[in-house]
């Protein structure tokens, strides 16, 4: 498979859009024609004034001629990076490096796609879901969304909007209390999804999120007889195990 050729150009940040949480969605517009081309799944990096890059998964599904791309960032008010990122975003003109990332969609495959996120890791899974659902032939497509508070889901009516007779979606809080009125799924992301086992076990899964998050998930998965080989992130590569 013919891996796309990383560049790097100048972009217009077209929109700042605060979501919920301190994530915002963040449009950014190409002087240069198109965007490179890239798969559903891959990352970008803005390049800061000094140099140090920042990687953010792409939320859109590559199209011909794109001309836009979103991006999902939450903004950390303790974070120095954070806040220069934020800086240099409402200046309005960034540089971007792309695309970057081994796990992705080139393709839907003739078998269930189980999308597991923590946070902002949906934007990731938002570009490969609606690549997918823009397949005829695909299979079922369950997403796992986790969030610490109902707050958290800071696009909540876009699962929903994507529901259907073979898109599943499971929202799953981690700190739910009482008073904040949630009826839905609650505990450790990974938990729900070996809850679902017999209705999953034969997919492939993709998993967004912190290195400590993600291999949990994968040990707890490994442990249920999920096939390791089966499992995709990017944390194996930018954050293998020793």
Not at 37 to 47: P, S
Not at 165 to 183: C, I, M, N, R, T
Request: proline share 6%; net charge neutral.
């Amino acid at each position: 498979m013919q891996i796309n050729q990383v560049s790097t150009q100048s972009c217009q940040v077209a929109n700042l859009q605060l979501l919920s949480e301190g994530v915002y969605r963040v449009i950014l517009k190409t002087h240069q024609g198109y965007f490179p081309d890239y798969w559903a799944g891959q990352y970008l990096e803005i390049v800061l004034t000094d140099g140090e890059a920042c990687a953010f998964s792409i939320a859109s599904p590559p199209v011909p001629g794109q001309k836009e791309l979103e991006l999902h960032i939450q903004k950390l008010s303790s974070s120095t990076n954070s806040i220069k990122l934020f800086n240099a975003l409402e200046q309005g003109n960034i540089s971007i490096r792309m695309p970057k990332g081994q796990c992705f969609l080139a393709s839907v495959p003739a078998k269930p796609l189980v999308f597991i996120a923590a946070g902002t890791g949906f934007a990731q899974m938002k570009s490969m879901i609606e690549f997918s659902l823009k397949n005829p032939g695909h299979k079922d497509i369950h997403l796992y969304w986790g969030a610490r508070s109902p707050e958290g889901f800071y696009m909540p009516n876009l699962p929903i909007h994507w529901a259907s007779s073979q898109f599943h979606y499971h929202p799953v809080v981690s700190d739910a209390l009482e008073q904040a009125g949630w009826k839905g799924r609650h505990g450790l992301l990974f938990e729900a999804v070996i809850d679902d086992k017999e209705l999953i076990i034969g997919s492939e899964i993709f998993i967004s999120g912190s290195p400590q998050m993600v291999y949990a998930t994968f040990d707890a998965l490994v442990a249920k007889n999920f096939q390791a080989k089966n499992i995709h992130s990017d944390v194996f590569a930018y954050a293998p195990r020793s």
